[in-house]
């Protein structure tokens, strides 16, 4: 495993936006010590049903960035999300930044890119995006360092982002009454996620760990906000000392019985693109639907 440059004395300002149509939770993290910001996993409104994208979470975003007169340099997806759009092109346009994501997304897109039938034309090299992070990188954001872990399972490019005390853990684990994620897409893997969560768990006891979906189960209040010490004593997939053989039996039949998600056909298209909408010959944004494909 990596050795990373973890700093736990360094405590950035968090702040979390809810999705409501998608339960997804973005944010922007701000170093201490400087008015630079990054955000991760930023969300792009769309009513599938119209075929209509607008942008009002990621506005929410940018009028925060605005108003407290912070530099945006990084917008950062832990992975290609199959339940939300990413703003992150819209974002970039606005405020700059530099878009990055786990250096997998090349399988990511390879797989997708048969799947949609993609021409030629849709490059599977990564190169939509800015930067494109392997196991241990470190970027900086103002005078904070932070660094990529990479944690496949889920999909085979997802990355937890840490920054100080604070890590983005995307779809690695939720709250701990929520447990794990799916582990059944195309690249995805049940025991390769056990191990993931084993090194999100690795981390020291008081990191504070940023979910990127909430459901709110058993009808609580939305959360997002844990720590390392609390999803080892008490997660309800992995918790508790739970073995690698009993986590990939529960995740496998478990995810037998899960229906696709809702907005993964636009998602997949769209956020393979970096968040970019796919075009029609004449240069016109259009999504497709393959049929019997997924
Ligand atoms: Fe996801």
Redesign the pocket.
């Known amino acids: 495993m990596a050795q990373y440059p973890v700093n736990m004395d360094l405590r950035p300002k968090v702040d979390a936006f809810f999705d409501e149509a998608t339960n997804t939770i973005s944010y922007i993290v701000q170093d201490p010590t400087s008015d630079a910001c990054a955000i991760v996993d930023s969300v792009m409104d769309i009513d599938y049903a119209a075929g209509r994208i607008t942008h009002d979470h990621a506005d929410r975003l940018i009028d925060t960035i605005r108003q407290r007169g912070l530099t945006l340099e990084w917008i950062i997806e832990t992975?290609v999300?199959?339940?939300h759009l990413s703003a992150a092109p819209y974002i970039q346009d606005k405020l700059g930044g530099k878009v990055g994501i786990g250096a997998n997304i090349q399988l990511v897109q390879d797989t997708f890119g048969k799947i949609f039938n993609e021409g030629t034309e849709f490059q599977r090299d990564g190169s939509q995006f800015d930067a494109l992070f392997q196991d241990g990188d470190t970027y900086t954001v103002g005078h904070m360092q932070g660094f990529a872990m990479f944690t496949p399972g889920?999909?085979p490019a997802c990355m937890v982002h840490v920054m100080g005390d604070a890590a983005f853990v995307?779809?690695t684990l939720f709250m701990p009454d929520g447990g794990s994620?799916r582990a059944d897409f195309p690249g995805g893997d049940a025991g390769t996620l056990y191990d993931s969560i084993q090194k999100v768990l690795s981390l020291p006891d008081a990191m504070r760990l940023f979910m990127?979906h909430d459901y709110g189960p058993n009808g609580r209040d939305i959360q997002w906000e844990t720590t390392v010490a609390e999803e080892k004593a008490n997660n309800i997939h992995v918790g508790g000392g739970k073995t690698r053989e009993e986590f990939i039996k529960f995740r496998t039949e478990r995810d037998a019985q899960l229906a696709m998600p809702r907005l993964i056909i636009p998602s997949l298209q769209v956020n393979m693109r970096a968040g970019e909408i796919p075009t029609d010959q004449d240069g016109n944004p259009q999504l497709k639907v393959p049929v019997n494909k997924l």
């Open positions: 992975h999300h199959a339940d889920h999909t995307g779809d994620a990127c």
